[in-house]
């Protein structure tokens, strides 16, 4: 079993910055690629990035690519999320998750991810 857990979050100005860390620990050499998802109140949970862990090639959604950023540290088991120019409609609580890659995936649906993080709250104002 692999565990995960965020942390970074917080309340920020539009147009700021937040740096999002999510680290994996148990059985980590069995980690495919990490992802991060996340979901508004009363909103489905949205595909935001992902990496792969072998190779670090990177995947964003295109409602955050060209102002987040997704990075990894294989040796310390963490993935990033640089978010840049954040705007409100980024609010949202945003989860970490690994794929074992078990399958073919393609790393952007919830389908895609084995274990899951807490979560952790974003909150951008005007």
């Known amino acids: 079993q692999v565990y995960v857990g965020e942390s970074g979050g917080g309340t920020v100005q539009a147009g700021g910055s937040l740096r999002l860390s999510c680290v994996a620990s148990?059985?980590?050499?069995?980690?495919?690629?990490m992802g991060w998802f996340r979901q508004a109140p009363g909103g489905a949970r949205e595909f935001v990035a992902a990496?792969?862990?072998?190779?670090?090639?990177?995947l964003h959604n295109d409602s955050v690519r060209g102002r987040f950023t997704i990075s990894r540290d294989n040796a310390k088991n963490t993935v990033y999320l640089q978010m840049n120019s954040l705007k409100p409609e980024d609010t949202a609580v945003y989860f970490c998750?690994?794929?074992?890659?078990?399958?073919?995936?393609?790393?952007?649906?919830?389908?895609?991810?084995?274990?899951w993080g807490q979560g952790t709250q974003v909150t951008v104002s005007v």
């Open positions: 990496i792969k862990w072998g190779d670090g090639n990177p």
């Open positions: 998750a690994t794929s074992l890659g078990l399958r073919l995936v393609e790393l952007t649906t919830e389908r895609d991810y084995d274990y």
């Open positions: 148990g059985r980590t050499r069995s980690i495919y690629a």
